[in-house]
């Protein structure tokens, strides 16, 4: 089966400016996550959602981060303005429903975004 | 509040000596545990659950629920398992909690 697909895989900007990660999961897979991995760090969840409807955006920061998955199957991660601390890479996973005890999740590659 | 703690930042040994990687947990409920792993340049991947109580390639994992510790054993280390391992706990929300990570390095 194919795996998670994100893009861009690299993206450099400068403070205060806009930027967007797309996320493709596993065919079938209805629940979806964005991670952000901070360099030395381990992964922190960002969002999760469930189709197109989100379980939890608590460790969001709401003031400049926002995603949606409009159609229950791709999902976009935006940051809007970028401040030098989103330095990181931006890790997107999915699962079966109701399978991510037994299985896991399947993470994508990643988005290092570097904010200078 | 979970939690996952992962002490030791790098592990060093050398080939054939046996490894252990640390996991303490915080968890008010029943844990759920995970490790995955992350070679070079390779995506996070999953290396086994504690609810399967499986052995994948040559690791183990335990869970004690007294010292609320997960913690990652392979008796003879190979130079192929240098790599990140991150523990994971998994939440009643579907959601993986991860610790800080552990890299492993084999040497020759």
């Known amino acids: 089966e194919a795996g998670v697909a994100q893009s861009p895989r690299y993206k450099i900007i400068e403070k205060r400016q806009s930027v967007a990660f797309w996320c493709n999961p596993i065919?079938?897979?209805?629940?979806l996550y964005w991670y952000q991995q901070i360099l030395g760090q381990g992964p922190k969840l960002l969002i999760q959602?469930?189709?197109?409807?989100?379980?939890?955006d608590s460790q969001l920061p709401k003031d400049r981060f926002s995603a949606e998955r409009l159609k229950g199957v791709d999902s976009t991660l935006k940051i809007q303005p970028a401040k030098l601390e989103d330095s990181a890479v931006y890790l997107c996973?999915?699962?079966?429903?109701?399978?991510?005890?037994?299985?896991?999740?399947?993470f994508g590659s990643g988005t290092r975004l570097t904010v200078v | 509040a979970q939690r996952v703690t992962q002490p030791e930042k790098l592990l060093s040994v050398f080939k054939g000596a046996p490894v252990e990687l640390k996991c303490n947990y915080s968890y008010s409920g029943s844990p759920e545990l995970f490790w995955y792993v992350q070679y070079s340049r390779q995506r996070l991947q999953l290396l086994l659950r504690?609810?399967s109580r499986e052995s994948i390639k040559g690791f183990t994992a335990d869970l004690n629920k007294g010292e609320t510790s997960f913690h990652l054993k392979k008796p003879f280390a190979q130079e192929e398992d240098s790599a990140m391992y991150y523990c994971?706990?998994?939440?009643?929300?579907?959601?993986?909690?991860f610790g800080g990570g552990t890299r492993l390095m084999v040497k020759p």
């Open positions: 065919s079938g897979h209805a629940t």
């Open positions: 996973a999915s699962s079966l429903s109701g399978q991510a005890l037994n299985y896991g999740y399947t």
């Open positions: 994971a706990l998994f939440n009643a929300g579907n959601m993986l909690t």
């Open positions: 959602f469930q189709n197109n409807g989100v379980v939890d």
């Open positions: 504690h609810i």
